[in-house]
């Protein structure tokens, strides 16, 4: 029995392994959960054989009143930071003179292992003979906190080493970073909040607040995840070979990975400062699609003999450098909120802020979402909050900086009435959208609906641009789609930065906006759900808008795109008298939509055709017969090497000469996500 009992641990952890640090399973949960309840109960036969190594034993360690203090045995460092390529470049040269100078390096570049800057809590693993017997936080980077029971809760920890015994260290003092998956994260915010419980400002806060909890069962139910990235002690014992991996930083790293540690696979060992910009462009291009945070880039020179003798300068070594992205967050005054309304009369709060340079543009405003938003966040005027600005999307308040909350500050009261017409405000119940009830009464809405009927998509009139439509519409001389069409040149010379050319370039754009597509003309119409694919579903199914107008709910039902809802908003677009009296407008000013073509069997044109591409590296999930025969079908030739004939290159992992060729010609690069998104418009 305790034989079977040594077999299950090791199977568990073997499994465990594959499941939480490969993702790669070779059994069903369910087998899993079979040995686990096997092990259990031999456990609770004989508890004098539990350890501390079992699987069973990830939680179950009482609550401590204080975490006690951990002395490091080797110190954890920081790093120092380069924010742009001069520094870069400074960095890379002063290594390259210190070699040299030492003799060690010629004319050759200076090698360096490029790693990804994990955004998350850095802790040191103990293991002694293969066995976890203590994680750390950095604290001063001298002393820690002893937080053992807290890191045996996560699951991509072992809690003994992967191999062969004979080849465990006697001492491994494993250090790396401590995270949370950004969807984890949402998902974790939504239950807190449900429980009426603390929400965390990002998946950093989060995964230091799950980490520092003195109840490791609290610790145990938050998703945090770990990558190492470096080492502190390591003994061998006697006779071990002191070789292999202990030359590279990038062979400690696989050696890491062997013993059974997450190490990112991104890693790349690189030569020279210009293949370590690309590394940071490239990263940085893919950084939104990443499931974790990071925060920059990290280059250590990768010759461990070489790292030694470059050493260090006070608290970080002298050999690696962090290269920083420009923050995503920041935090600023929050001045004011204001609601903007929508063209469907959608209320959104606004914040006005103190400007602040973030993501790197300068942000006066940012989206606070809804009143629900508000609430939970607790954001008031005055405050001090935390705003964000990932890539292109829109700047968010994300919360507030309670501990610097001036007096006498007041919670936000949503408005009842529409700032523009004075309508109520209304909010159906189960709806997180708040709306003006104005509709087309609403100046705000009727612009809106303007700007989006001409918009590039819909109608696409050139030259209708948002302040000239402003002034149309508060001048009262447009207060429909259908009036836009009977403006003439001369009027509209009138308007303020309306000279006679541009007059006469929008009367132009206005007149052939006159024959849409019907698909573009039931999209220019604004109507709730219906966007350009329901739109486009609409007019090929019935391909005039007099039958559209006659449709009943039934006959819209049998429309792929169309479910109830949809179904039900566009019944009642059309049975609105003043929607009718605008349609029944734009007939009689010369509006008329044109019907669809019947469909041809001539291919279709696509982002492929005739075009020559290449494949590089290993794709995330496609083979590269399947991802070849995706492009042909698609009209595209695939060939093997890149040139300047070369529309596109698509490259995964491990890509390597090709990529830096292609880039090289300036040539398309895509990811494995762009190219079916490619195929599949
Ligand atoms: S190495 C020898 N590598 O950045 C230098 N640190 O300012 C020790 N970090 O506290 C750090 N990713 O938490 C290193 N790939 C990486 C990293 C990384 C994130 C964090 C770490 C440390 C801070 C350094």
């Known amino acids: 029995m305790k034989q079977r009992l040594e077999q299950l641990k090791t199977e568990l952890h073997f499994h465990n392994y594959r499941y939480y640090v490969l993702n790669e399973p070779l059994i069903a949960d369910a087998q899993y959960d079979a040995l686990l309840l096997e092990l259990q109960q031999l456990e609770a036969a004989h508890p004098e054989w539990v350890s501390a190594d079992s699987p069973t034993q990830r939680v179950g360690a009482a609550p401590v009143s204080a975490f006690t203090t951990v002395t490091h045995s080797k110190p954890m460092l920081s790093l120092g930071n380069v924010f742009d390529d001069d520094e870069l470049i ?78 465990w260290p006697a001492v491994l003092e494993v250090r790396g970073e401590v995270l949370m998956h950004r969807v984890d994260f949402e ?24 980490l520092r909890q003195l109840d490791p069962r609290i610790t145990a139910q938050r998703p945090l995840r770990f990558f190492a990235y470096g080492w502190g002690e390591i003994q061998l014992h006697a006779g071990q070979p002191t070789t ?29 400062s210009d293949a370590l910009m690309l590394f940071y462009q490239q990263t940085e291009a893919q950084r939104a699609e990443l499931p974790y945070e990071i925060d920059g880039v990290v280059y250590k020179v990768n010759t461990l003999a070489h790292q030694e003798l470059l050493g260090y300068v006070a608290r ?7 290269h920083k992205f420009p923050a995503q967050e920041m935090t600023t005054q929050l001045l004011g909120i204001d609601v903007q309304v929508g063209r469907t009369g959608a209320i959104t709060p606004v914040a006005r802020l103190e400007p602040v340079f973030v993501g790197g543009v300068t942000v006066t405003n940012a989206t606070l979402h809804n009143e629900d938003e508000i609430r939970r966040k607790d954001v008031r005027v005055g405050d001090t909050v935390v705003v964000r600005r990932a890539g292109d ?16 500050t007041q919670p936000f009261i949503f408005p009842t009435h ?32 303007l700007e ?107 429309i792929d795109d169309v479910g109830p809802v949809v179904a039900a908003e566009i019944i009642h677009f059309f049975a609105e008298a003043p929607n009718r009296a605008v349609l029944e407008q734009l007939h009689s000013v010369g509006v008329i939509p044109q019907a669809p073509e019947v469909a041809s069997s001539e291919p279709v044109a696509t982002a492929f055709s005739g075009k020559t591409v290449v494949l590089t590296g290993t794709l995330p999930t496609l083979s590269r017969p399947d991802a070849q025969a995706l492009i042909e079908q698609a009209g595209g030739r695939v060939t093997g090497s890149v040139s300047k004939k070369t529309d596109m290159v698509v490259a995964g992992a491990e890509a390597g000469s090709k990529l830096v060729k292609a880039q090289s010609l300036g040539i398309t690069i895509l990811d494995e996500s762009q190219l079916l998104h490619l195929l599949g418009s």
């Open 244 to 272: 292999e991996p202990f030359a590279t930083q990038s062979a400690m790293l696989d050696w890491l990975a062997e013993l059974g540690f997450p190490v990112d696979h991104h890693r790349r060992v690189l030569q020279g």
């Open 316 to 322: 970080a070594p002298r050999f690696a450098v962090a």
């Open 187 to 210: 998902r974790l915010n939504l239950a807190q909040s449900q429980r009426g419980e603390k929400v965390f400002v990002n998946p950093r806060n989060a995964a230091a607040g799950s």
């Open 452 to 558: 989006h009927a001409v918009s590039r998509k819909a109608l696409d009139v050139d030259g209708l641009g948002t302040k000239l439509i402003e002034q149309l519409v508060d001048t009262g001389r447009v207060k429909n789609l259908a009036d836009l069409f009977t403006l003439n040149e001369l009027e509209l010379a009138t308007y303020p930065r309306m000279g006679a050319k541009s007059a006469a370039n929008v009367i132009q754009a206005l007149t052939t906006a006159k024959t849409p597509p019907l698909a573009r003309f039931i999209y220019a119409l604004g109507i709730r759900h219906v966007g350009e694919a329901t739109a486009k579903a609409l007019a090929e199914h019935f391909s005039s808008l007099e039958r559209l107008l006659q449709s009943s709910e039934e006959e819209l039902l049998q």
């Open 393 to 408: 999307v829109i700047p968010e308040v994300v919360a507030p900086i309670l501990d610097l909350r001036p007096e006498g």
């Open 418 to 449: 529409c700032p523009v017409c004075g309508s109520t405000i209304e909010r159906p119940i189960d709806e997180a959208i708040a709306r003006c009830t104005g509709g087309l009464v609403c100046a705000a809405q009727r612009k809106q609906s």
């Open 90 to 167: 400074a960095f890379d040269k002063r290594i390259a003179d210190l070699l040299r100078a030492e003799g060690v390096l010629q004319n050759q570049a200076v090698a360096y292992n490029a790693e990804y800057k994990f955004d998350g809590v850095a802790v040191s693993l103990r293991y002694e003979q293969g066995l976890l017997v203590r994680g750390a936080t950095r604290g001063d980077g001298l002393t820690g906190e002893d937080i053992t029971s807290n890191v045996r809760t996560i699951s991509s920890i072992p809690l003994r080493l992967q191999g062969e015994p004979s080849q």
